[in-house]
C-alpha cells in the first residue's frame, strides 16, 4: 500500500503535526510491541509526509520514542498515585507503589523498556533521566521514603543516609523484578502479586531495626 501523502501544512499547523507524529509513534509501538518498527520512514508514511518532517519537530528517533514516552509517564504517575487510595502506613503505601509499578511494567514493556532498561546517547540520555527525576512518581518515592525513616523503625545506619538513599534501595529492588517480567516474559512465573510483595517485605526487613 502506497503511502498517505498530505498536503504542505499552513501556518500555525506545525503544532498539530507534531502531536499527529506522536500519535502515529504511539501507535505503531502498541500494534507492534517493538521500537525497531517504529523507525522515521514508517512514522513519515503513516503520517503521510516526508522523513525531514519528523525531524523538523524531533532530532532523531531516540526523541521521537522518547517524547512518546513522556505522555506515557504522565499515566505512570497517575497510576502510582492512584494505588495508594485511602492508604496511610508507610509500608503499606511502600507496598502499593510496588505493585503499581509493576503493573505499569508489565502493561506498557517497550514504553518500561524504553525509560528504564534503555541507554541512549548523551542529550537523550540526560532527556529520559531528567523526565524520571522531575516526574511526581519520582517525588513521590521521596516523600513515602522519608515517611519510612520517620515512623524509627529503620536502622539508624541506613535512616541517617536519608529519603534519597532509601527510596533508591527500594526502587531498586522493584525495578530488577520489573526488569526480569519484561525482558523474559516465558520464564515459568509465580504468581506476580506474591512476589512483588514478598520482595518488598524482604528489602524492607534487610532495613528495618529487628523486631
Not at 519528523?54 to 528517533?61: G, L, P, S, V, W
Not at 531516540?62 to 517524547?67: G, I
Amino acid at each position: 500500500m502506497s503511502p498517505v501523502t498530505r498536503a504542505r501544512s499552513r501556518r500555525g499547523q506545525g503544532e498539530r503535526l507534531r502531536e499527529e507524529i506522536l500519535e502515529a509513534a504511539e501507535g505503531l509501538l502498541l500494534a507492534t510491541g517493538s521500537e525497531d518498527a517504529v523507525s522515521i520512514r514508517a512514522v513519515a508514511d503513516a503520517v503521510g509526509v516526508t522523513p525531514p518532517s519528523i525531524y523538523r519537530h524531533f532530532a532523531d528517533k531516540d526523541m521521537l520514542l522518547l517524547e512518546v514516552c513522556r505522555h506515557s509517564f504522565q499515566r505512570f504517575d497517575t497510576a502510582l498515585e492512584g494505588a495508594l487510595a485511602g492508604i496511610v502506613d508507610p509500608r503499606q503505601v511502600m507496598h502499593a507503589l510496588g505493585r503499581a509499578y509493576i503493573r505499569y511494567a508489565l502493561d506498557n514493556p517497550e514504553h518500561y523498556r524504553l525509560l528504564f532498561m534503555a541507554r541512549y546517547e548523551l542529550s537523550a540520555q540526560e532527556y529520559v533521566e531528567e523526565m524520571v527525576t522531575e516526574g511526581r512518581s519520582f517525588h513521590l518515592l521521596l516523600r513515602v521514603a522519608g515517611e519510612l525513616i520517620g515512623t524509627g523503625t529503620l536502622r539508624p545506619e541506613v535512616a541517617e543516609r536519608g529519603d534519597l538513599h532509601v527510596g533508591l534501595l527500594l526502587w531498586s529492588a522493584v525495578h530488577g523484578l520489573a526488569s526480569l517480567l519484561v525482558s523474559k516474559p516465558g520464564l515459568p512465573w509465580p504468581d506476580r502479586d506474591a512476589l512483588v510483595d514478598d520482595l518488598l517485605a524482604m528489602a524492607l526487613r534487610g532495613l528495618s531495626l529487628p523486631a
